[in-house]
């Protein structure tokens, strides 16, 4: 099995970040924010498993698992969110989340 | 009596209507008539006695009597502002005038007011000013001097505004409040310039030395005496500050008696007499403190000739008689300038109270051309009348007459004054002659021109002090031997003027020179004297509404000052300065705007502001990375 070198490692996981973080900004649609978000946290996990890799270190596979529950209850309290967003809001616009204007 | 009891009556005398003042003013209300007038002038009565008192202990052996109470401050090492009073004979001719006048005026006053709602308030004022001229007149140095000044000023200020309903009155106080100002911002910066020449404040001090360190004709006492004449001329209403009196008549007469004809417009008289030492120095000043007051009293008695109000001939010809006031003085012959000023103090208070008397009977009427033929109607009030014009007019044998030749024979010989002054002097002799006789015809003789039934006053107490008054004004002249030789140690300093040299017509011509006047209005005013007419038609001539409005000044300084100065308030509305303090309100706004423009509550920008933030951070972080790589 051939290894992968770092740099491809961290390369991959920093377009997966940016491709995830400018969902974040452009996207209104709230569901869509909340993948995008998704994808960020896997960009992480990556630059973990492949960090773990190159050190042989059981380490990176462990915060891998932190970040997966994390994500998995970050989604589960999203969506609940999500729900009632749309019984409130009819939409899930999230630029209608705008109250909290100085 | 002993020396301690008087310096303890002395020290009280300003103190019994200071006190009047405090009660009246923090009861104000709650006291009946009866109450608030024994108040007053009971403070009156007790301060006139005490003068009566310290007066007599004056003599030849005790030339002064000094008081001192406390110390005021500490200007330098040598120089201790005290609260002290000195009392030499010229300022004993003044608190006698102050306080005996002051409680006749004080006595008419509390008849003449009795219906007024604001009687106690009126009567807390003329206490005040009372006390305010005392502490001018006798102060001991000039800052306790400018005090009572200030004093005299705040109270004209008050009394002339006191019906502060009506526009015109608090217009014409305001005018005499900022007119003063003038002169008395002059007087501050002469005693500020006096300070710093001569480390001295103390009057007496002052005179002592003055001829010590500056010769005759030093541009140093030329200019303080030329700042303390600015003073001078602004309090006493003379050229060119004169505009402020005649408006001043808007106060209730007793106000006009007491404030702007026998006391406080003569503090400018007061202040030259007492700073003789100073304006000796200064010849060129003295000259021209003659000619201020030479022209100041034949504009005045000019513009006295067409008055219609007889309260504004009574202000006018106040301002020409301290013309002749100042005359005198610049002539040097200080004494006869003080004596004029005592025998005009009885002459006019007695002028304003009856014409007070007279405007009272025909209920605010003041237009001469609406009484005449009042002689009949009410004779007691015509009669004081005329012995105050007489007096006014000098006719022989009237105070006037004495303190007026007094003046008058000395300018001729006089080193600053001359003939071409004495000439200006019995000019204005044969105007007041005309303008009194004008005043007499049209007020008392001819033909009745008002419809209101007359409202006699029968008031015991407004006809007492009228009655002493006009025995004050005719007897006074006999103070004049008494006064000279008082006077004479006070002004020990002036030259005594030689009169032996003059020609033998001058007493003459100035004795018959008021008669010349009877004469000529006798003729000239005949159809004011005869009239049969129910009405008179006053004369409408460019000329007589010229010299009606004060001779111009009022226009001249509305076009050359007010208007300017309106302008650029108009023009600086905003104020600059204020502009470059409020650029910092400025810039915390613009801050403020911003950072509130930044919380949007839009979770998007939020999110983007945080990766930002965060790339920042890293790019700052690598650079430092490098740098520290760079120096290892």
């Known amino acids: 099995m051939s290894v992968i070198p770092l740099e491809h490692i961290l390369i991959l996981a920093s377009i997966l970040f940016v491709i995830g973080f400018v969902g974040v900004i452009v996207r209104k649609n709230t569901l869509y924010i909340l993948m995008s978000l998704e994808v960020m946290l896997n960009a992480v996990g990556v630059a973990f498993i492949g960090a773990g890799s190159v050190w042989q270190q059981a380490d990176g596979q462990v915060m891998f698992i932190l970040i997966l529950t994390l994500a998995a209850a970050e989604v589960a309290v999203g969506l609940a969110l999500l729900l009632q967003m749309q019984t409130r809001f009819k939409s899930l616009d999230i630029d209608l989340l705008s109250k909290l204007k100085g | 009596m002993d020396e301690s009891m008087t310096t303890l009556i002395l020290t009280l005398l300003p103190l019994y209507p200071l006190v009047s003042f405090l009660l009246l003013i923090s009861l104000a209300t709650r006291l009946s008539w009866t109450v608030a007038a024994s108040i007053s002038v009971g403070a009156m009565v007790l301060s006139a006695l005490s003068s009566m008192l310290v007066i007599n202990q004056l003599s030849v052996d005790t030339p002064i009597i000094t008081s001192q109470l406390w110390t005021w401050f500490t200007l330098s090492p040598s120089e201790e502002i005290n609260i002290s009073f ?21 006595i008419f006053a509390a008849a003449y007011m009795k219906e007024d709602e604001n009687f106690t308030r009126f009567m807390a004022y003329m206490n005040l000013f009372i006390v305010a001229m005392l502490l001018l007149v006798l102060a001991d140095n000039l800052v306790l001097l400018y005090l009572g000044w200030e004093g005299v000023g705040l109270c004209s200020f008050l009394l002339i505004g006191f019906w502060y309903q009506e526009k015109a009155n608090v217009l014409a106080a305001r005018k005499a409040f900022i007119v003063t100002r003038v002169g008395d911002t002059a007087m501050a910066i002469g005693l ?29 006492p030329y200019w303080i005496a030329l700042l303390l004449l600015g003073g001078a001329v602004g309090k006493s209403a003379q050229l060119p500050l004169q505009t402020w009196l005649p408006d001043a008549m808007a106060g209730p007469t007793p106000v006009s008696a007491l404030i702007h004809a026998a006391t406080m417009v003569t503090a400018g008289v007061y202040l030259i007499a007492r700073m003789h030492g100073v304006f000796l120095l200064a010849p060129e000043v003295m000259g021209y403190v003659a000619w201020v007051g030479a ?79 009042l002689l009949k109607r009410l004779p007691f009030e015509a009669s004081l009348f005329t012995i105050g014009l007489v007096c006014l007019m000098a006719l022989p044998g009237s105070s006037g007459f004495f303190s007026k030749e007094a003046i008058i024979g000395q300018l001729w010989s006089s080193e600053t004054a001359g003939p071409t002054l004495w000439w200006c002097a019995i000019a204005g002799a044969l105007l007041t002659s005309i303008y009194s006789c004008r005043l007499f015809f049209l007020a008392f003789l001819g033909s009745s021109r ?46 005594i003027i030689d009169t032996s040299t003059q020609p033998d017509w001058l007493h003459t011509v100035a004795i018959a020179t008021p008669f010349i006047g009877i004469v000529y209005a006798w003729i000239y005013y005949a159809n004011y004297r005869v009239s049969n007419h129910k009405t008179l038609v006053e004369s409408h001539s460019v000329l007589t509404r010229f010299c009606q409005q004060g001779l111009g000044f009022d226009c001249l300084y509305h076009y050359l000052l007010v208007k300017p100065y ?17 650029l910092n309100a400025w810039y915390v706004t613009l801050c403020h705007d911003i950072f509130v423009s930044s919380q949007h509550g839009k979770l998007r920008w939020y999110a983007a502001a945080i990766g930002l933030v965060t790339l920042l951070f890293l790019l700052i972080l690598n650079i430092d990375g490098f740098g520290s790589e760079a120096s290892l």
């Open chain 2, 86 to 106: 000195y009392l030499d004979a010229l300022s004993a001719v003044m608190i006698g005038v102050v306080t005996g006048v002051g409680l006749l005026i004080h």
């Open chain 2, 450 to 495: 008002f419809s209101v039934p007359l409202q006699s006053s029968s008031s015991k107490l407004l006809q007492l002090s009228l009655l002493v008054l006009a025995i004050l004004s005719v007897f006074g002249g006999l103070l004049a031997n008494l006064l000279d030789i008082n006077l004479a140690p006070v002004f020990a300093k002036a030259a």
């Open chain 2, 295 to 373: 022209l100041t009293l034949l504009l005045a008695g000019g513009a006295a000739l067409v008055q219609t109000d007889i309260k504004r001939v009574l202000a006018y010809s106040t301002m020409s008689q301290i013309g002749y006031m100042m005359l005198s003085l610049g002539a040097g012959a200080f004494s006869a300038g003080v004596f004029h000023l005592m025998t005009h103090a009885f002459f006019k208070a007695l002028l304003f109270l009856t014409a007070g008397a007279i405007i009272l009977a025909l209920h605010h009427q003041q237009n001469l051309y609406k009484m005449g033929g």
């Open chain 2, 192 to 220: 500020f310039m006096l300070f710093k020449e001569t480390g001295l404040l103390t009057i007496a001090d002052i005179n002592q030395s003055a001829n010590i360190s500056w010769n005759v004709g030093d541009t140093q």
């Open chain 2, 566 to 582: 309106c302008l650029l308030a108009k023009f600086n509305r905003r104020d600059i300065f204020d502009q470059l303090i409020m």
